[in-house]
């Protein structure tokens, strides 16, 4: 059983990462020296009487800069900040004839959010896709809602009969009573349409006659090892849902963009994100076939904000034959390979994450004394490292399990050997069941972890049947992180999670269940805190902080302007404010109308 399920979930994560459902990595840079990596724009120097381009004033301005918390006035020119300071100062230094004075009417401004780790290209498809998270964060409550939800987006769309709908974000564990969706629910409703609904692992679906029929599942079609193919009961026909294995007919047959739509869906994707007040993404796991697409996009002029993208190992060589290594690590056209990514281990929720005690309740193949299990073998792993560290780019590694960690520890002992403590630009991505014990590793080995708090309210209850009350207490612990020194980053790993940064932070903030319960609340951080890992240490981590992550004279004009402070209101509200407008280098991206 195990051994199949090593090469089950292996192939799987293998096929996933192929097609750009990628598990997660990054690529992360640290402050300091930005070797192999950097080419921050540096600021141009800006003369101390310049005229602003534009002046923002009559509302409360976050710098994310301990120097100069807050301040009253901050003055924009050719897309930089040119200076910051009180309202009299910078309008009689920079305001002049042709500036346009902005009153923010008492809303919030702060620097453009910095996305820690998530699936950028995803955002291309689900641009077109219904949205279907359990609330708050999405319409899904029950089967009824679903339905309603995918009746509403087919109408909206005109969508004609024969079309593929597809609707991504369902979560099984969210549903009431038990009641699951199933093949009969969608029939019922899109008789004349195949249906997907992609399940928010990014590991499954649940489809109607028709999508079954298309992907070629049937009463026939055997389990294979590693997967699940539910059946209705008393027979062996599919009941809708396909899971893991059983799932890489759908995964291989992932319809492809057109040229056109290649543009069209990058801007509409690129929205999303600026929706969420995100002016930096990133695209986490990059395959050759989604790189080129992305420069395709890129050159046809589609780019809004700043994208990250990080060519996963496994293509890794493919990809620097059609992007040689002097074209990393800076921006064209807002396009920028910033880094390798690596997967360790799996998911703590999927049971496929590895550990160093086994889980509570077994692998997901019923396994005993179930551990998890790495993705490639150590010396596999070791060899991967080894290679990027010889590139002198930023790594960006997935681990969520403690074993998953050690096992990045040892390939950093044989990969960097002889020197431990340089600083090569390391981020691992989730980190998640971090051990107290191994912060200090993280110290002395400069690797940045960029935590999940979000698993805090979607999977607190999954990681404690899984791994015990303490173990799941204990996730993605900012405050030691913090507290020990370091600059952790946050992230949504979206669209594993909805792309709620406000969301994000509450949870970091707060760390509560969505049963209600209080979850590790000593690792609570501020929301200062929580900030700074969305904006300054998102910016050290792709190492930009030269130019991004805080309102400072010569810094990059990414901006977001939110209906109210997170530093003032009462933290459990934090989720509740509201992006009215993201602006990148001094253009508005995004406007809410209907708040301001
Ligand atoms: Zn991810």
Redesign the pocket.
């Known amino acids: 059983m195990q051994a199949t399920m090593t090469y089950s979930s292996r192939a799987l994560a293998t096929a996933i990462a192929g097609l750009g459902l990628a598990?997660?990595s990054g690529c992360a840079t640290s402050p300091g020296d930005r070797a192999g990596n950097q080419v921050d724009k540096i600021a141009a120097p800006i003369s101390t009487g310049a005229t602003a381009d534009a002046i923002y004033v009559g509302g409360e301005i976050v710098t994310i800069n301990d120097a100069q918390p807050i301040v009253e006035a901050l003055a924009i020119k050719d897309g930089r900040i040119l200076a910051v300071g009180t309202r009299a100062d910078v309008e009689k230094a920079h305001l002049g004839a042709s500036s346009k004075l902005v009153d923010l009417g008492g809303a919030t401004l702060l620097p453009g959010f910095i996305d820690g780790?998530s699936?950028y290209f995803n955002s291309l498809l689900v641009a077109n896709q219904c949205k279907l998270y359990a609330p708050p964060s999405g319409p899904a409550k029950d089967v009824d809602s679903i339905i309603a939800a995918l009746k509403k987006f087919a109408e909206d769309r005109k969508t004609p009969k024969g079309d593929l709908i597809v609707g991504y974000g369902y979560d099984d564990t969210a549903m009431p009573n038990g009641r699951l969706l199933n093949r009969d629910d969608l029939d019922k409703a899109f008789p004349d349409n195949p249906v997907r609904i992609d399940h928010v692992s990014m590991h499954g679906a649940v489809m109607n006659s028709l999508a079954l029929k298309k992907y070629g599942y049937s009463a026939a079609t055997e389990t294979p090892p590693g997967g699940v193919i539910v059946r209705k009961p008393g027979t062996n026909e599919p009941y809708g849902l396909v899971m893991e294995t059983a799932y890489l007919p759908v995964l291989n047959q992932s319809e492809s963009m057109t040229r056109a739509q290649e543009i069209e869906w990058t801007k509409a994707g690129q929205m999303l994100y600026a929706e969420a007040g995100v002016t930096t993404a990133n695209e986490?796991a990059t395959h050759l076939s989604q790189l080129e697409a992305m420069k395709r996009a890129t050159d046809a002029g589609a780019n809004v904000i700043d994208v990250v993208a990080l060519p996963f190992i496994t293509d890794l060589d493919k990809s620097l034959e059609v992007f040689p290594l002097s074209t990393w690590g800076k921006y064209d056209k807002r396009l920028k390979i910033g880094g390798v990514k690596i997967t360790i281990d799996g998911s703590p929720q999927g049971r496929t994450a590895f550990f160093t005690r086994p889980y509570l309740t077994g692998g997901p193949g019923g396994e005993k004394d179930w551990r998890g299990e790495l993705s490639f073998p150590q010396d596999t792993v070791n060899q991967m490292v080894a290679k990027v560290y010889g590139m002198g780019v930023p790594l960006f590694l997935h681990a969520n399990g403690d074993a998953g960690i050690d096992a990045f520890f040892k390939a950093h002992e044989f990969a960097a050997a002889g020197d431990l403590t340089k600083d090569r630009h390391v981020t691992m991505i989730h980190a998640q069941f971090t051990r107290k014990d191994q912060i200090p590793t993280y110290l002395k080995y400069k690797i940045r972890p960029s935590y999940y708090t979000l698993h805090s309210y979607y999977f607190a209850e999954a990681h404690i049947k899984n791994r015990g009350k303490d173990q799941a207490a204990y996730l993605s612990p900012m405050r030691d992180s913090i507290d020990a020194g370091l600059h952790p980053t946050n992230h949504t790993?979206f669209v594993?999670a909805p792309l709620d940064q406000m969301f994000m932070l509450w949870s970091a903030v707060n760390r509560i269940s969505r049963g209600g319960e209080e979850v590790g609340i000593d690792q609570r951080i501020t929301p200062l805190e929580g900030l700074k890992s969305m904006t300054l240490w998102g910016a050290e981590q792709y190492g930009e902080e030269a130019s991004k992550g805080s309102l400072e004279a010569g810094k990059l004009a990414d901006l977001v302007v939110l209906d109210r402070n997170p530093l003032k209101v009462n933290a459990k509200d934090i989720k509740d404010i509201r992006v009215v407008e993201t602006i990148k280098e001094g253009k508005t991206i995004y406007r809410n109308g209907d708040t301001r």
Do not use: P
């Open positions: 598990l997660s780790h699936h986490g790993d594993v």
